[in-house]
């Protein structure tokens, strides 16, 4: 795709299934790559991703700051940023006060916080692409999701407000919404929950306009789409990439 060549591209929760496939298609089409994650680091995985890896806790500012010097120093200034870090707790009505504070610091603070430090790097370029992960769950209710689908409802207010703030200097914003994703995470919650994942898996395609789940890659395709400058006159969007789901 044009326009990610020797770009300097930071993924958050790069560790993770979707921040793993998009770290690595942005590695394929030339980008330098940081991935950042609070888990400690799978040396594996991340070599084979080719990206560089910085293990930070992105509810800490100061340490967020501290990073994006340190890669900026090491790969270049940050022109694209994708925040795919995400606390993944499902909750309803009975949800906590501590659960909420937990999962927003994480999904909305978190966000802001990784994002005001990368736009200090692009507004001196005058460019740079921000891709922000929600999910159909910042579209559709779900039993069970109050918690998760507050915070992506967020995300995408998130991401229309920096598009008008930022299109000043030359950065775009956009959202990127999954929906059901064939993930590591998903076969982990159905063994954890004591489901059988085939069962699960069909459950799940049967909703589906498409009649699967998607694969991370495909997820990833779009993200090195949004980021590349293919979609240099998209900023404000929401982009559903969930086989049909939320169109009937």
Known sequence: ???????????????????????????????????????????????????????????????????????SRRLGPCSILINSAALFLFKGIDATLEEFQDICSVNIAGTSIVTHAAVEHMKSRSSGSIINFSSISGFVAQPQFATYTATKFAIRGLTKGWAVDLAPFGIRVNSLCPGSIYTAAFVKRCKDLGHDVHTEDAKESKAILLKRQGRPEEVASVAAFLASEEASYITGADILVDGGYTAV
């Open 1 to 71: 795709m044009r326009g990610l060549k020797d770009k300097v591209a930071v993924v958050t929760g790069g560790l993770g299934d979707l921040g793993y496939a998009t770290a690595q298609r942005l590695r394929e089409e030339g980008c330098r790559v940081a991935i950042l994650d609070l888990r400690a680091d799978d040396e594996r995985r991340s070599k084979a991703s080719g990206a560089e890896y910085w293990r930070v806790d992105i509810t800490d500012a100061e340490a967020v700051r501290s990073v994006f010097d340190q890669i």
